[in-house]
């Protein structure tokens, strides 16, 4: 009897400590990619919670895959046009990022006021009472464009990338009637063919070059 009590103690003794080995290679596993993470950072151009790309500082194009289980830090949401950092183990062999895992996301941007209009734009421009949108409003942005290609309709919501020009007609050299800013939030009621999208700007119908909205 005695003999078993002393093989259950040690039994446990042994069990006890490959439990606290299991918790504890976690956070030696952690700190060992803490001391060997590089860091960036740039713009955020596209992220679709898989895969992010980002323009750094000096103007290189870079995207990262499988950021799926990557922690983001950031402040009312993470958008394009945020500065961000990105830790990450890896190395990166000019625009391969093949070999790059990223760990951390992390922007101080606060998009609180960028997320309210996108809010109020989710509706589309105002609603009534009873849902529906006035004759108005419903009709903005619904023109066909001059140039006859053809537009697939859609009413959702995207973000300028950057700044761009918005034009009366969907291509190159035509009209500009103003200007969109980086971080803006605009209604897109159409998907041309040539790669343009229908806008509703300022209470008209303006065309957009697709590279510079993220839906």
């Known amino acids: 009897m005695r003999k078993f009590l002393l093989l259950l103690m040690t039994l446990s003794i042994f069990l006890s400590f490959s439990a606290c080995g299991g918790r504890n290679s976690r956070e030696e596993e952690e700190a060992e990619l803490d001391a060997v993470s ?29 950021c799926s289980s990557t922690e983001v830090e950031c402040v009312n949401g993470i958008i394009p046009g945020n500065e961000v950092t990105l830790i990450y183990v890896g190395g990166i062999d000019g625009t391969d990022t093949s070999n790059v895992r990223v760990r951390r996301i992390i922007t101080e941007d606060d998009n609180s006021s960028i997320m309210a209009l996108a809010e109020k ?8 009472e009873d849902g529906t ?21 859609t009413r959702q919501t995207a973000y300028v990338v950057s700044s761009v020009n918005v034009r009366a ?8 009637l103003g200007i969109l800013d980086s971080g803006d939030s605009v209604t897109v009621t159409g998907i041309c063919a040539n790669g343009w999208y229908r806008v509703v700007y300022e209470g008209q119908t303006g065309y957009v070059w697709g590279d510079y909205l993220s839906l």
């Open 169 to 176: 007609d969907a291509q190159n050299g035509s009209e500009v």
């Open 121 to 128: 734009a989710r509706d589309g421009i105002s609603r009534s």
């Open 38 to 66: 590089s860091s960036m950072t740039g713009t955020l151009t596209r992220y679709t919670g898989s895969e992010i790309s980002i323009e750094t500082d000096d103007g290189q194009e870079l995207s990262f895959e499988d």
């Open 133 to 153: 949108y006035s004759e108005e409003e419903a009709g903005a942005g619904q023109d066909l464009p001059d140039s006859g290609v053809e537009v697939e309709s």
